[in-house]
T-cell receptor, first 117, second 113 residues
């Protein structure tokens, strides 16, 4: 079974600074998908960024980028120019390749990020 | 373009009552997933449905929990004879066929007294 580990329960960063959230996973699959979701105090789950394992190029969405190291099974999220609105719980998630059965997301335990002014 | 809709947003039940949670997927999405988030924990998969079919229910408790996604209308997650341990946030997500990205609704917070 796949597992996702987020080793940082809490992080804090000053506004406008850069912060990196860690995520490692365990799988025997060669192709899969990785995601970062954000859960602000409203508790809504918001997709931040996604990565396809067969693509070597790291995904980027505005201030959010990932460092995907397939051999190390590592998928970290970098947030540049942190803003107060980035304060949230961040979840890393794994999905096996699309198939007829079992397209479920496997989530890590989450990292609470606090952006300080 | 409305997102995934869930209702109610908050639900209070006494032990032994039934809870019915509803989820309307995004337009064009025919795949629905239910996840549960216990306090201070990550989300855990419960069930994956397509129209009129349960595809994967490997995360569903064997008793008291059931889910459906009829041809017409929203997906329903039903919890019979609720207990305090059922108190959690229940999230629904949807996706298009042959697409891996799931979009989440705002969740239903169930409190069992």
């Amino acid at each position: 079974a796949q597992t996702v580990t987020q080793s940082q329960p809490e992080m804090s960063v000053q506004e406008a600074e850069t912060v990196t959230l860690s995520c490692t996973y365990d799988t025997s699959e060669s192709n899969y998908y990785l995601f970062w979701y954000k859960q602000p105090p409203s508790r809504q789950m918001i997709l931040v960024i996604r990565q396809e394992a067969y693509k070597q190029q790291n995904a980027t969405e505005n201030r959010f980028s990932v460092n995907f190291q397939k051999a190390a099974k590592s998928f970290s999220l970098k947030i540049s120019d942190s803003q107060l609105g980035d304060t949230a719980m961040y979840f890393c998630a794994f999905m096996k390749p699309l198939q007829e059965y079992g397209n479920k997301l496997v989530f890590g335990a989450g990292t609470i990020l606090r952006v300080k002014s | 373009n409305a997102g995934v809709m869930q209702n109610p947003r908050h639900l209070v039940r006494r032990r032994g009552q039934e809870a019915r949670l509803r989820c309307s997927p995004m337009k064009g999405h025919s795949h629905v997933y239910w996840y549960r988030q216990l306090p201070e924990e990550g989300l855990k998969f419960m069930v994956y449905l397509q129209k009129e079919n349960i595809i994967d229910e490997s995360g569903m408790p064997k008793e008291r929990f059931s889910a459906e996604f009829p041809k017409e209308g929203p997906s329903i997650l039903r919890i019979q004879q609720v207990v305090r341990g059922d108190s959690a946030a229940y999230f629904c997500a949807s996706s298009r066929p042959e697409r891996e990205t799931q979009y989440f609704g705002p969740g239903t917070r169930l409190l069992v007294l």
